[in-house]
């Protein structure tokens, strides 16, 4: 029987650092999908169902920055975690949905695979 990696939505608008971020998390052994805003990560979490983690920059162009689109999944898509990553904007205890993980920009790719493993319980 084979065991299915778990699926991480990348939302990150900056091409490059999506691009790195995919590699990074694909080398770690998850399947990685990616959007470059929330409205496209929105139109991806409606159409899959097998996502289990949507690691999410905080500053984005579109209808929604991070943190709103993190209240909306976990509002749509209770069962889904969240980890969120910014630079620039400094977050509150209340600011991400219970259970998400901030991860403050630069990170280290340790960090990434480590929040991503604890949260699909495969580290």
Do not use: C
Not at 2 to 30: H, K, Q, Y
Not at 42 to 58: E, G, K, M, Y
């Amino acid at each position: 029987m084979t065991r299915l990696s778990p699926v991480i939505l990348i939302v990150e608008d900056e091409f490059l650092l999506r691009m790195d971020s995919a590699e990074v998390i694909e080398n770690a052994g998850f399947e990685v999908i990616q959007a470059a805003n929330a409205d496209a990560a929105i139109a991806i979490l409606t159409a899959r169902p097998d996502i289990h983690v949507v690691f999410t920059d905080i500053q984005m162009p579109g209808s929604m920055d991070g943190l709103k689109l993190a209240r909306f999944v976990r509002d749509r898509w209770p069962p889904i975690k969240i980890v969120a990553t910014s630079g620039l904007v400094r977050v509150e205890d209340d600011d991400l949905p219970a259970g998400s993980v901030f991860l403050r920009k630069p990170y280290h790719v340790a960090e990434v695979v480590a929040a991503l493993r604890e949260l699909t319980g495969t580290g």
